[in-house]
């Protein structure tokens, strides 16, 4: 279990801000964070758009968060250890409001293409801008990518403990 540093959360009293000092997924774009963890503090919990944050997006970020740094898994193995599917993964991690503290960019397509990013999917959608930017997280992590988006060392391909 990640230790963690608390802080209070400014606009809302009982909110508070949690920082991991130690997980798996800690890179050098961790900071000061919000992230409810709480069954009461998710339900008070809005996104920046005002949403609420459904009860499978929070299973997808909880899961999320437990992909170690370096390592990358599919939409598929999110999908098979927390319910649903590649796509509603997908839509959960395009809208993630906790990025980089719940790492998206480390889920990749089964295929092992580089997948999506922020809502564009490969380097071909528009500018490319946001798989390149996932692209570069993933580089700094030592995650090794191929010209055409497809992940070039499968050592770095993380299985969840089916155990999850």
Not at 132 to 161: C, H, I, M
């Amino acid at each position: 279990m990640p230790v963690t540093r608390i802080k209070n959360f400014s606009r809302v009293p009982s909110m508070k801000y949690v920082t991991p000092t130690e997980s798996p997924q800690e890179t050098s774009m961790d900071h000061d964070m919000y992230y409810p963890t709480t069954s009461a503090l998710r339900a008070q919990f809005r996104t920046d758009a005002g949403k609420r944050v459904s009860a499978h997006q929070w299973a997808v970020y909880d899961f999320t968060r437990t992909i170690p740094t370096g390592r990358v898994t599919t939409y598929k193995d999110v999908c098979q250890a927390v319910g649903g599917s590649p796509r509603s993964v997908g839509g959960a991690l395009r809208t993630n409001p906790f990025a980089p503290f719940v790492p998206c960019h480390r889920v990749i397509a089964s295929s092992l293409f580089i997948g999506g990013f922020l809502g564009e999917w490969g380097k071909e959608h528009r500018t490319g801008t946001q798989c390149n930017r996932k692209l570069d997280l993933l580089s700094k992590e030592g995650v090794p990518f191929t010209a055409g988006g497809y992940l070039g060392d499968q050592g770095t391909l993380w299985k969840p403990d089916p155990s999850h």
